[in-house]
């Protein structure tokens, strides 16, 4: 069966069954609220909720943060906090945040709060491993109350104004003992990207009182992926979910150019009776990765995948669910950028509950947003796409593996780790 509370320990960092004494041996930590968010539309008010309620300190990371009304929005927000008394510290990327006008980064500062950059852009010269590592997550944590994880940037979630669809996306609202586990590596982000010295964790968590939440119902883990201690722990957790999987497996994924363990494990689930459902963005956004994705296609549709491209708007989510209660959503693709050279953050639910709601979501979406890729159609497609589609992929696999690193054995040889950011 799918892992559970009793078989994580592997995929999740020592530091977070360290800091949740709950969870003991285990990847999992119980008693937690976890609630989905969709869209901007849910995502943004709850998070400034959260922030009106802050009374110590407020962590922010997000790989884009835009100049628009929704940055402005979450700006002033942070804003009343510090004149509460709140400490705020943010962390954008500096190529994800590259847009972000330095009068803005400038006032933010001038309003107390402690804005840092993960690195500079990438340069459009070179493929050096450094500058191709971005910070991918989003994350926010305020206090040691509540803390959200998923894929949603502050960004309007609309691609243009006339667009009347949000960007598709998930993120999670978390409330219980896993919260300290979100908030320590949040701190300990911040640490690195200002450059100064970590401090214990039982001496962060000192400074501010317990939560007073009662407790929730549900198991959940929270798993990161960086270039030193988790190189792998979010594709390995999605891999050992596949290859135990018994009923259903349902992956939206807003970029899906999946290594050949992923593929192979894919196939093999639909081989053993298995439905596996792919939810993949239909709107070109990245033309390479767009048509590198589909020259994998047919291998998919041969095993009896059922791949459904999304039209109603730009998919962004990044989300999955397994045998009705195993269930992910974070900033995480399956793609070599998020696999093998981001910061990336998910959380891991295992929960018929919460499975349920993300699963029926997903579904409605499938049926009434999106449009299914037939095999047999897919054969009849033109010479001119089926060329286009493998030169895109054959570059794609040659820029990947020339940035160094072996796509399909998850392995990365460079050895430099958050110290060195």
């Known amino acids: 069966m799918i892992p559970t509370a009793n078989d994580m320990a592997v995929l999740t960092s020592p530091g977070a069954a360290a800091s949740a004494a709950p969870a003991g041996k285990s990847g999992f930590v119980p008693g937690n609220q976890v609630t989905l968010l969709q869209n901007g539309d849910a995502f943004f008010p709850a998070i400034v909720q959260a922030f009106d309620r802050a009374r110590y300190e407020i962590y922010l990371a997000t790989y884009i943060y835009a100049d628009d009304a929704t940055g402005r929005q979450i700006a002033v927000a942070l804003k009343r906090a510090v004149l509460r008394g709140v400490r705020v510290y943010v962390v954008i990327d500096g190529y994800g945040s590259s847009d972000l006008p330095r009068p803005m980064r400038d006032q933010m500062r001038k309003d107390g709060i402690e804005l840092r950059v993960f690195r500079p852009g990438i340069s459009p010269w070179t493929l050096r491993r450094k500058r191709l590592r971005r910070m991918h997550r989003k994350i926010v944590v305020v206090d040691r109350e509540i803390a959200f994880v998923g894929g949603i940037n502050i960004v309007d979630d609309r691609a243009s104004a006339s667009d009347m669809a949000p960007r598709y996306d998930y993120a999670v609202a978390v409330e219980g003992p896993l919260v300290d586990v979100v908030r320590n590596s949040a701190v300990q982000l911040w640490s690195v990207v200002a450059r100064k010295a970590i401090r ?222």
């Open 200 to 421: 214990s964790r039982a001496g962060r968590n000192a400074e501010l009182p317990v939560s007073t939440f009662p407790g929730g119902p549900m198991n959940a883990a929270f798993l990161l992926r960086d270039n030193f201690r988790h190189r792998r722990d979010i594709e390995l957790a999605y891999l050992r979910a596949i290859n135990q999987a018994h009923t259903e497996i349902i992956l939206a994924q807003a970029y899906f150019f999946p290594g050949f363990k992923f593929r192979h494990g894919l196939v093999n689930a639909a081989n053993r009776g298995v439905k596996v459902v792919l939810l993949l963005q239909g709107k070109v956004e990245n033309f390479l990765e767009h048509y590198a994705r589909r020259a994998i296609y047919g291998n998919l549709l041969d095993a009896g995948i059922e791949i459904h491209e999304y039209h109603k708007s730009y998919l962004h989510a990044k989300v999955a669910v397994i045998d009705g209660h195993w269930a992910t959503v974070g900033s995480s693709n399956i793609d070599p950028f998020s696999l093998l050279l981001a910061y990336e953050a998910n959380m891991v639910v295992d929960d018929q509950g919460f499975g349920a709601a993300l699963a029926q979501r997903l579904k409605i979406s499938v049926a009434s947003d999106s449009q299914q890729i037939l095999a047999v159609n897919w054969k009849q497609q033109p010479m001119i796409v089926r060329f286009v589609s493998w030169l895109c992929y054959g570059l794609l696999r040659l820029m990947t593996e020339i940035s160094g690193y072996d796509s399909e054995n998850g392995r990365d040889n460079d050895l430099t780790d958050l110290k060195d950011p």
